[in-house]
């Protein structure tokens, strides 16, 4: 077999390498070059040049910087993956789109829906494939449970949706940078907008001037109604959905990461006041790794796949708009969400 060029290599270069890079994104790269032929992970890229220098090390990357210019000017990657804290996600990703490559980027896209609008506009203009990397969408299980619904009619066998999103002691000020997982993933679930949404705060001053729980009450395109719970205050993580149908509720748990309350989760259907069959996790996966039980792999695989292969992407920066506008609503402690409103009631 004749070896590849290094002009015929796929080369997909990381900017960022903390504890997402090195537990999640990393893995998931690696994993997708040894299943792929004609594949690098070329290159990453850390303002810290030690941190740098051991993601390298550790993923048996030939080379880091600590400038994003420099690598992307040298390597010329045909993909790039972005790892960034929220404040500075869209400056960056913009950067990284005017020069012509194509981007996956950490959610959320953009700290705010301004900024997100700003990115689409990018792409858009320059014709750039991209990404969120909305890990609930890639999760094996949260496939296996799209598929179920779909064998069983779609969202027509959907009555409603519940989903709870509970974690220990999360009092930071951005908690709505998490949260949006959840608010993306009830609408890919059910394949369906927000129409209109409700909301209701318990604010909790005593644990920070902005933490609090927050329930919304919601409508989608489809008709299917949801409610979503987030409490950040509690002493267990999870992330669990129930979803009541016409052949009874199916209840899954999610594997958010290791060590979480669920493990590698389940899907559970109840019927006639009984359990009748559960699934577990990693049998759904086959694996046990976190990085693909929680939809890591399968997310940077799917996007590496659409730009080889010229197809288009469905989880672009356009996909996470109206989550990016719903987080921003419950940052501001507005009430009342209205689809194509021109500003939400407080």
């Known amino acids: 077999m004749t ?15 903390g504890i997402m890079a090195n537990n999640s994104h990393g893995p ?6 040894k299943q792929n032929e004609g594949i690098q992970f070329a290159a990453c890229c850390d303002i810290d040049e030690a941190r740098a220098k051991s993601f390298a090390q550790k993923f048996d990357v030939p080379a880091w910087y600590t400038s ?9 990657p045909q993909a790039v993956c972005l790892i960034a804290p929220v ?8 950067e990284i789109m005017e020069k012509g490559y194509p981007l996956i980027l950490e959610k959320p896209p953009g700290a705010h829906s ?13 014709n750039i494939p991209n990404q969120v990397a909305f890990n609930r969408r890639y999760m094996p299980i949260v496939q296996k449970t799209v598929d179920i619904l779909t064998q069983w009619g779609g969202v027509g066998c959907i009555y409603d949706l519940q ?30 907008d927000y129409s209109h949404i409700n909301f209701r705060y318990r604010e909790l001053p005593d644990k920070g001037s902005t933490v609090a729980n927050f329930h919304l009450n919601c409508t989608m395109d489809n008709g299917v109604l949801a409610n979503l719970a987030f409490l950040p205050i509690s002493g267990i993580n999870t992330e669990r959905l129930e979803i009541n149908t016409a052949h009874g509720l199916l209840c899954v748990n999610l594997p958010i990461w290791t060590g979480c309350y669920d493990g590698f989760g389940t899907i559970a259907l109840y019927n006639d006041n009984e359990k009748k069959w559960e699934l577990d996790g990693a049998d759904i996966a086959g694996t046990s790794d976190d990085f693909v039980l929680a939809g890591f792999y399968h997310e940077n695989a799917v996007f590496f796949d659409a730009v080889r292969s010229g197809t288009k992407i469905n ?5 996470g708009l109206q989550s990016v506008e719903i987080a921003e609503c419950i940052s501001k402690r507005t009430n009342e969400y209205i689809r194509g409103a021109s500003h939400a009631k407080s």
Request: glycine content about 4%; aromatic content about 6%.
């Open 3 to 17: 070896a590849l060029s290094d002009r015929d290599m796929f080369k997909i270069c990381l900017i960022g390498c």
């Open 163 to 192: 989903y709870k999103m509970v974690r220990q002691n999360r009092t930071d000020p951005h908690f709505c940078t998490t949260a949006i997982h959840g608010i993306d993933l009830v609408k890919y679930i059910l394949q369906a």
């Open 87 to 94: 404040p500075i996600t869209a400056e960056l990703s913009c």
């Open 28 to 33: 998931a790269i690696k994993m997708y070059t």
């Open 315 to 319: 989880g672009d920066v356009a996909s």
């Open 68 to 76: 994003i210019p420099a690598m992307l000017d040298e390597i010329k």
């Open 114 to 126: 301004k900024e997100t609008r700003h990115m689409i506009q990018i792409a858009n203009a320059k």
